[in-house]
């Protein structure tokens, strides 16, 4: 139930698998709509591998770097996380399976106004999500992200050049489009350079 509520409900997730410590697994994905489940599949020799050297709270867990599927070139990252019981001992892993493109096209979604809303953007100055890309399949390539220079909207390359200038991270930014309330969550793991998802509300609007 669990996993297929992960599945079901959760933008991006493509699928869910546990494998437990007896090496049993159970995988549930989403196929053209509906969901299925699948029990004792093939799987790679490396998440058997990493569920039995794996500890909660430890570097085994998080985010992988950014693959592309090899039929449909859809980005996609794993995120791994390691289950115990009420006695700390472990229970198995957890692969969770996100497809980028409709995570990033889920947050350029999430805008309440054009003084509110959420985008994502690399220390490099590239651009995954921003609502000006909606639509757009922007994940094609890691190598042909647009980038923040491109966008009409000065607030991402604003928030850049202070973390550039300055090393930390904006709380309130000063554009031609007014003052910006900023907060920036970093995203590590998600390929070779550090992602950062960022809020920004227009000052003049709270």
């Not at 039995?52 to 794993?78: K, N, Q, W």
């Not at 000063?174 to 998802?197: A, N, Y």
């Amino acid at each position: 139930k669990l996993l297929t509520a992960l599945v079901g409900n959760l933008d991006g997730v493509r699928d869910a698998t546990l494998v437990r410590r007896d090496e049993s697994n159970v995988m549930v994905f989403l196929e053209d709509g509906e969901i299925g489940v699948e029990l004792d599949g093939p799987l790679d020799p490396e998440a058997y591998a990493i569920m039995r050297a794996g500890r909660t709270h430890t570097d085994s867990e998080g985010y992988e770097d950014l693959y592309f599927e090899p039929f449909d070139r859809r980005a996609v990252t794993t995120y791994t996380l390691h289950l115990e019981d009420p006695d700390r001992r472990p229970l198995g892993t957890l692969f969770i399976d996100i497809d980028i493109f409709s995570l990033t096209e889920s947050i350029a979604h999430e805008r309440e106004s054009d003084d509110s809303y959420i985008f994502l953007i690399d220390s490099r100055g590239m651009v995954m999500a921003h609502h000006e890309l909606t639509g757009t399949d922007v994940v094609a390539s890691l190598d042909s992200l647009p980038e923040v220079r491109h966008l009409a909207d000065p607030v991402p390359a604003t928030v850049l050049g202070h973390i550039r200038k300055t090393g930390e991270l904006p709380e309130l930014i000063e554009t031609g489009h007014g003052d910006f309330l900023i907060t920036v969550s970093p995203l590590p793991g998600l390929g070779e350079s550090e992602w950062l998802v960022v809020s920004a509300v227009n000052y003049d609007e709270i």
